[in-house]
């Protein structure tokens, strides 16, 4: 109906507290997302623009039309606009300095099969940056590699398997491997940067909420990526997420989470190699 309406929206609407806490109910029970009382204005700025795409009045009845909803099509779109897919390119890069050595090592003890799941894609930077280091550390010939890449969000999926960049997502790239990479276009005046076949198909994309276990997944896994995603779970969560990452990782394997999280109190089963880096023994 136009900017008067939108400013409506935004200037007259408000998120009562029982409003807010059905919200962080229906968040909780299907993502795992535990909303701290802190994060009412988040919830209201990033709902009001769902609100106003489907020209819904109020929050409570966006809730109820969220719960209403049979396909579950809008739940999925509310969860992702409440989600945080904060993200780049080479993030906390030790991490990826330990993996080449751990990969080589591998591939120099004879291993000619690897399975890696990025826990968390969001838009797809750091599946692509471990699929460039898996390829700088052993190649294509040596070792038959493959990364799965998951997430919630199917709008966040969809930009990750699209694969293209604009010049300032792609700046912590080092130059040799952006160029190796990455195709330089330009579109309507403005350069992008394209991932290569070479890269993307080492990668598969799927959809998972990981507050839902156990995970369909039939292989053991080398190495698990689930970085900056506890942090937003509860200890209930968070201690069934490592289970799960135990079942799945085998001895030998690794689990790297962010830097500012930590599985001490769920770590049995792994020995911490350095802070936010797990081995399962």
């Not at 894609?121 to 750091?126: D, F, K, L, N, Y």
Request: net charge positive; with cysteine.
């Amino acid at each position: 109906m136009g900017n008067q309406h939108c400013e409506y929206y935004e200037s007259n609407q408000e998120l009562t507290d029982s409003t807010f806490n059905k919200i962080r109910r229906v968040v909780y029970d299907k993502s795992g997302i535990s909303l701290g009382e802190n994060k009412q204005a988040l919830v209201r700025a990033r709902v009001a623009k769902r609100m106003r795409s489907l020209n819904i009045a109020t929050y409570d009845s966006y809730i109820n039309y969220v719960l209403s909803e049979t396909t579950g099509v809008e739940l999925e779109y509310m969860l992702d606009a409440i989600s945080t897919n904060t993200t780049h390119f080479y993030r906390e890069e030790s991490h990826f300095d330990l993996m080449r050595t751990i990969i080589r090592d591998w591939a120099k003890d004879g291993l000619r099969k690897m399975r890696i799941w990025c826990a968390a894609s969001s838009t797809g930077e750091e599946p692509y940056t471990l699929g460039i280091e898996t390829l700088e550390s052993i190649g294509h010939d040596q070792v038959n590699a493959k990364i799965l890449a998951t997430d919630i969000a199917p709008s966040v999926l969809k930009t990750a398997m699209v694969g293209e960049y604009s010049e300032d997502k792609v700046a912590t790239i080092p130059d040799h491997l952006r160029s190796h990479y990455f195709e330089r276009v330009k579109i309507n005046g403005d350069y992008i940067y394209k991932v290569k076949p070479m890269l993307k198909n080492l990668l598969i994309f799927r959809q998972m909420n990981l507050s839902v276990t156990p995970y369909a997944l039939k292989n053991q896994i080398d190495m698990i990526f689930c970085r900056n995603v506890m942090i937003y779970f509860d200890r209930t969560l968070r201690a069934r997420l490592v289970a799960e990452f135990k079942r799945l990782i085998r001895p030998g394997g690794y689990l790297f989470v962010g830097h500012a999280e930590s599985i001490t109190a769920f770590s049995e089963g792994f020995k911490c190699i350095k802070p936010s880096v797990y081995k399962r023994i």
